[in-house]
Each structure stands twice: as structure tokens, then as C-alpha cells.
């Protein structure tokens, strides 16, 4: 499944956030690719190191903690240090599948990547092309939100960015493992407290908004790792 998560990052530090990647200083994507996705991989990566990559992703963590979509959705355990790509004009990433253990870079924690995040920071008519591409169950889905914009989509998918035919393609990227590794599980809590949300803005105190948010919690200690 799909998730949009609308306004992740809101205009002034999406504005700051560019500008800053404007100057800072990039390096060839490849350099942290495996191999077979280095053959398919044409882009620009900030390393983990950088400083502007470390400010930036602390942002997004406050930013993401805030936000109770993604909390719902992700029911996040941890959430890798954000990275930064840049696809100028011919660049691109082919048809890859993202590993599924990443080490924690300068630690010796590793997680297990449940779901992937890409946070797009381009405003779409900024740039033509750059769309990504996700194969998520029977039709392919591309995805091009505006900036500021999220979607997180199951790390189990083959996926790909097109190329970029006009201006440049600033995304921010990153991976979570999940509380609920399995997807299933995953997606019906996340229908069920968007149901009781909904019920309890429809029916405000309900009697059974308790026993509902009561099965949701038994379902979460059930099924939950932490
Ligand atoms: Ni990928």
C-alpha cells in the first residue's frame, strides 16, 4: 500500500532546506549502491557525514514525530538517518530493490527496512521527468507529490526513478522499520484507528470509542516487536 503524507515540511524550511542543498556538496550516488543496483544507479547523493545532510535530517525527524499520519501509518520502531539525492537533467534510477538490512552509518546498529520514505523537496513544475515508479501489487503506481510531500510504499517493492528530462529533482530519502513487520497487520491497523478517529469526530463520546480503541491497542500489544 501506498501512503501520501501531505505537508510533511512546510514552505520555510522546504525553503531553507534548498537552499541549503544548493550548496552543498554532492557525490556520485554509486558510492553507496550495491552492486547490482550501482549498473542502474545515475544520481547524486550527500554522504551520511555531511553536515547539511545531518541538520537537515534532524529536521525531518522533529518533523516526522509531529506527524500522526506517519506515526499511524509507519508505526515507526526506528527510523534511519535521512538521506538526500539530486537528479540532474539525464540522470536517473533504474529498476532496483532496496536491501533489506541497512547498517546504522558510524554505529553498529542495523535495521531492518519495513518501509521506505522518499520526502519530495522539488516543486513538481520545477522539474519534467523524475517520477517514481513503484510496483505495488497488479498496476505500477509513478509518484511525483508536491514538495514538501511524502509517500511511503512497502521496501519489499521493486521500484525506479525516471529520468529527469527538465531542471533538478531534490528528494530527501530514507527507510523505517516498523513496530509490525508484517504489512497486513500493518495496513488493517492503520484502517482501524482511521476509523475511530473518524467515529469519535462523527459520535464524540461514544461508549464504544473505549472498547474500539481497546481492540486496537490488544491487536498492537499482540503483534507489536519492540
Ligand atoms: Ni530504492
Given amino acids: 500500500m501506498l501512503i501520501h503524507v501531505p505537508e ?20 556520485d550516488g554509486r558510492g553507496s549502491a550495491g552492486y547490482l543496483s550501482q549498473q542502474v544507479k545515475r ?12 541538520k537537515l535530517g534532524e529536521l525531518i525527524l522533529l518533523a516526522l514525530d509531529r506527524n500522526a499520519l506517519f506515526t499511524s501509518a509507519a508505526l515507526p520502531l526506528k527510523i534511519l538517518p535521512p538521506q538526500f539525492n539530486r537528479y540532474s537533467v539525464g540522470e536517473s534510477y533504474g529498476r532496483h530493490i532496496d536491501g533489506a538490512i541497512r547498517p546504522v552509518a558510524g554505529t553498529v546498529h542495523r535495521v531492518r527496512t519495513d518501509l521506505s520514505a522518499t520526502l519530495f523537496l522539488s516543486a513538481p513544475e520545477d522539474y519534467d521527468g523524475g517520477e517514481l515508479r513503484i510496483e505495488e501489487g497488479l498496476t505500477p503506481r509513478e509518484v511525483k507529490f508536491p514538495a514538501g510531500d511524502m509517500v511511503l510504499y512497502p521496501s519489499t517493492s521493486v521500484h525506479r526513478v525516471n529520468p529527469v528530462t527538465r531542471g533538478e529533482r531534490l ?3 530514507f527507510w523505517i522499520q516498523s513496530m ?5 497487520k ?8 482511521k476509523a475511530i478517529q473518524n467515529l469519535a469526530a462523527d459520535m464524540p463520546g461514544h461508549a464504544s470509542l473505549v472498547d474500539l480503541a481497546g481492540v486496537y491497542h490488544n491487536l498492537l500489544r499482540a503483534w507489536a516487536d519492540v
Fill in 180 to 184: 509490525v513487520r508484517d504489512e497486513t
Fill in 186 to 193: 500493518r495496513i488493517m491497523l492503520f484502517e482501524m484507528d
Fill in 171 to 173: 528528494a530527501s530519502f
Fill in 43 to 54: 544520481n547524486q547523493q550527500l554522504p551520511d557525514s555531511d553536515p547539511v545532510a545531518r
Fill in 8 to 27: 510533511v515540511l512546510t514552505q520555510d524550511p522546504l525553503q531553507q532546506a534548498r537552499e541549503m542543498l544548493l550548496k552543498a556538496a554532492w557525490e
